[in-house]
């Protein structure tokens, strides 16, 4: 590994570290292509879209669970941690797919969902069939109701207690989630090895690592009537271990949405230290850019970036706009969570959990493209690995008739042909109903049309990641806040690394506005446009940088060369 020194600061080579310099793209099999008409998707009609992903940029495949499931919640309640869901083919599909993707450069992440199981599952048939069963203690159990009975819901309006009795077993069982997914007893070292061998395997079989869901609640060693139970936090520096010596270049991808000051205890054990998870999704800075783009001030943006905790060496941020659940407000003020409900979710229908907005991102900006363009500019610029949930890349619209999460999981828009392209089934078979009016029907929102117009948001998209791939200190680098007065709606921040130094400047508002940062002149080296929403002529002396109403620039300021 190879070290230099910019100005004063000291990069390490992350080349060995690909997650900080990747593209993650997530789906779900099921929405995505069915190649054999019987209306859900399945691998193979995934296999036949990797050149599209490959062209697209994506650097790492993130797919949402693909394990048998009852589908009571779209594959999170696993009945088989071992196995492929039938419905999208065989462990020999999904190996060729681990190889095909490979062949094009492209990674395969997997959702690991371990804090709970399905009630089907023959674990918790076997536990609740008997307290003498070998599985008894694998689940979390109360001979008495506990008193915090109804507290701790993940999905408030939709679950209404987080214990339940169970008539077979006669006792209480826990349940984080909904009452058919009861939780793993993480305290019992049986279910610790068996999440282990569980990893194990699907690293054996190639995946270049885990998308870890609810981790929180897999390190919570759960005490009847303890609302605030405590947790085990070097249950994920086990992990980490075991992952790394199976298979040394794995990354560990969690989703913690807990308070600022407890985030660095999911990536080291404190002094520095780098030994539990790689990458976290940054939910705190998600929610400042929803209220940044809703009041068209970057002011909030920059507070997330100034309070971010300090992360150990090799540590990452995550960041999306729109992934597979939820927008969640959860982090923001009732003040400001009204503020952004009142742009982007104004109505009843397009909200969830009394925190969070259930909506595609393009319908949330009036489908206005200067708009898009800005916040996903703006979201690949910032620190971290970007996360892009498919779809969005082509500006796919929400099916607000269908329940909950649903609503922005329907499948996926690929030509004008019908069902969109994606399946050959009949109509009703689908999985789900196909987006097929408005202006986001499939015949004026698909891969298609947007394929053959050079001007298209996918082919922005496909510029864009391009560009971001050639300036990885974005990454790998360190982001810093260029402070210095600015005109209202405009940040200006900076990514350093090995590679040289790029200039970020977003324009959040709808005024034009010009910006002095000549005192960046003495180290530019050439500087020059790389991406922007038009042509500015230049970068001059950087003392009178141009930026539109929702405009953007990126500016290659200095190039360095690695050794």
Not at 130 to 154: H, K
Not at 236 to 244: C, I, K
Not at 446 to 468: G, Y
Not at 484 to 511: E, S
Request: some cysteine; aromatic content about 12%; charged content about 25%.
């Amino acid at each position: 590994m190879f070290a230099v020194v910019v100005d004063g600061r000291r990069y390490d080579g992350m080349g060995d570290r690909w997650y900080s310099e990747a593209v993650v793209y997530c789906l779900d099999i099921d929405t995505y292509a069915d190649s054999d008409g019987d209306g859900v998707g399945d691998i193979r009609g995934l296999i036949g879209r990797l050149d599209y992903l490959a062209r697209l940029g994506v650097t790492c495949l993130w797919l949402h669970p693909i394990h048998p499931s009852p589908n009571k919640d779209d594959g999170y309640d696993v009945t088989d941690f071992y196995n492929v869901d039938p419905r999208f083919g065989t462990l020999g599909d999904f190996a060729e797919l681990l190889h095909q993707a490979a062949n094009r450069g492209i990674r395969v992440i997997i959702d690991l969902v371990v804090n709970h199981t399905s009630d089907e599952h023959p674990w918790f048939q076997s536990a609740r069939s008997s307290p003498d069963s070998p599985y008894r203690d694998w689940y979390v159990w109360s001979e008495q109701e506990p008193a915090d009975r109804f507290q701790g819901m993940v999905f408030p309006g939709e679950q209404h207690e987080t214990w339940s009795y169970d008539r077979t077993a006669k006792a209480w069982f826990y349940h984080r989630f909904y009452k058919y997914q009861p939780d793993l007893n993480m305290a019992n070292p049986e279910v610790r090895n068996e999440v282990k061998k569980i990893m194990s395997f699907w690293l054996q079989l190639g995946v270049s690592g885990f998308r870890m869901d609810a981790v929180p609640f897999i390190i919570e060693l759960t005490e009847p009537g303890n609302a605030n139970s405590p947790k085990d936090f070097e249950f994920l520096t086990e992990l980490r271990q075991h992952v790394q010596w199976r298979r040394g270049d794995a990354v560990l991808l969690a989703e913690a949405n807990v308070e600022p000051d407890e985030l660095p205890q999911f990536f080291g054990d404190g002094a520095g230290s780098a030994n539990r998870v790689h990458m976290l999704f940054d939910f705190m800075l998600n929610g400042r850019l929803m209220l940044a783009l809703a009041r068209q001030d970057p002011e909030p943006v920059i507070d997330a970036l100034r309070d971010t905790p300090a992360l150990p060496h090799g540590a990452q941020w995550a960041t999306f706009l729109r992934n597979h659940d939820e927008i969640d407000l959860s982090r923001l003020t009732a003040e400001q969570r009204e503020q952004v409900y009142a742009q982007f979710g104004p109505d009843k229908e397009m909200r969830i959990y009394d925190r969070g907005i259930r909506r595609r991102f393009a319908p949330m900006l009036g489908n206005d493209r200067r708009r898009i363009e800005l916040a996903y500019a703006l979201q690949f610029s910032l620190r971290g690995t970007p996360v892009l949930r498919y779809g969005e890349e082509i500006g796919m619209g929400e099916d607000l008739s269908l329940p909950g999460r649903q609503a922005i999981r329907t499948p996926m828009q690929w030509s004008y042909q019908p069902n969109a392209g994606f399946s050959t089934a009949d109509p009703e078979k689908l999985v789900r109903p196909v987006i097929d009016k408005g202006e986001f029907g499939y015949e004026k929102v698909n891969v298609t049309e947007q394929r053959r117009d050079r001007n298209s948001l996918l082919a922005w998209f496909e510029r864009m990641i391009r560009t971001l791939r050639e300036a990885p200190e974005t990454g790998s680098g360190s982001t810093t806040h260029i402070d210095v007065p600015m005109p209202p709606g405009v940040l200006a921040h900076r990514a350093d690394g090995v590679t040289g130094t790029m200039l970020f400047l977003h324009n959040l508002g709808t005024r034009d506005a010009t910006v002095d940062l000549s005192m960046l002149e003495p180290e530019a080296d050439l500087p020059v446009d790389v991406l922007t929403d038009r042509d500015y002529g230049g970068t001059g002396k950087l003392d009178a940088l141009r930026i539109a109403g929702y405009g953007y620039r990126w500016i290659r300021l200095r190039r360095a060369w690695s050794s």
